[in-house]
């Protein structure tokens, strides 16, 4: 292996998502890295924008609502660069709007729920079939954007998490049944991020408690879970597959209530 093993010189990649925070985030870097990137996206204008600011990148107009989008999305980058080796499935189906919508089952409207499975686990399957061919000829690779959420029980976002759940198992049945084949799949498990949609989403008091069980001194930023994924997309991971990566800051690696715990002790400090 390469002593630069995290470079991704000569790689394409695909990021779906492209035009929002991490999507954003992870594009710059991978490009920095050597990588050519296609930024796909259901707001064009916003994908062409971040696009503009990478050189060579690849804007692409991406609707996980409709399979033929999906299909195009992947053939049109094979078309315009001529291979493709990453395939970071980011996009889901998130916003204020959802987020409120998005409660307890008892609550839940069916609509919602099944919106939600096909937009986040329908188009992620789709877009991993349509690249898949690609990829074994390439010896590439599958990160898929899950959610610490998918791990843990939670009041809120019964839809939203139980679908990343579904994502993580498609993450392990790709692993499996093409790691012979020499195309690895892996997830990224973000926290809270502070992307601008979750700023909008979120009350600041309600950032606040997830703060409080972070195990570092803030919560994530998009750069952060960018360089999980491309860690993962390079072939200084090549050993790593079938794997759910938690990049969280330690949010789901303790007992519930550490920061009441915290609070306690450090109110009880001589």
Known sequence: MAHDAIRLDGKIAIITGGAGGIGAATAQLMTLRGAKVAIADIDMPRAQAVATGIPDALALHLDLE?????????????????RLDILHNNAALLGPDIAQQDGNIEHMA???W????????????????AALPHLRETKG?????VSSLALQGHMIQAAYSSSKAAIIQM???????????????????????MTPALK????????????????????????????????????????????TVECDGGGTSHVPGLGGFRAFFE???S
Do not use: K, W
């Not at 099944?114 to 079939?129: H, K, L, P, S």
């Not at 690779?141 to 954007?145: A, D, K, L, R």
């Not at 012979?180 to 997830?187: F, H, K, Q, T």
């Open 66 to 82: 409709d399979e033929a989008s999906i299909e195009a999305m992947v053939a049109q980058t094979v078309a315009h660069f001529g």
């Open 110 to 112: 069916t609509a919602l």
């Open 114 to 129: 099944d919106r939600t499975y096909r937009v986040n686990v329908r188009g992620t399957m789709i877009a991993c079939r």
């Open 141 to 145: 690779n599958i990160v898929n954007t």
């Open 171 to 193: 993450t392990r049945a790709i692993a499996a049944s093409h790691g012979r084949m020499g195309v690895r799949c892996n997830a990224v498990a973000p926290g809270m991020t």
């Open 200 to 243: 909008e989403a979120f009350p600041p008091a309600l950032r606040q408690v997830v703060e409080d069980e972070t195990l570092r001194d803030q919560l994530g930023d998009p750069q952060d879970i960018a360089e999980a994924v491309a860690f993962l997309a390079s072939d200084g991971a090549r050993n790593i597959t079938g794997h």
């Open 267 to 269: 109110g009880h400090t």
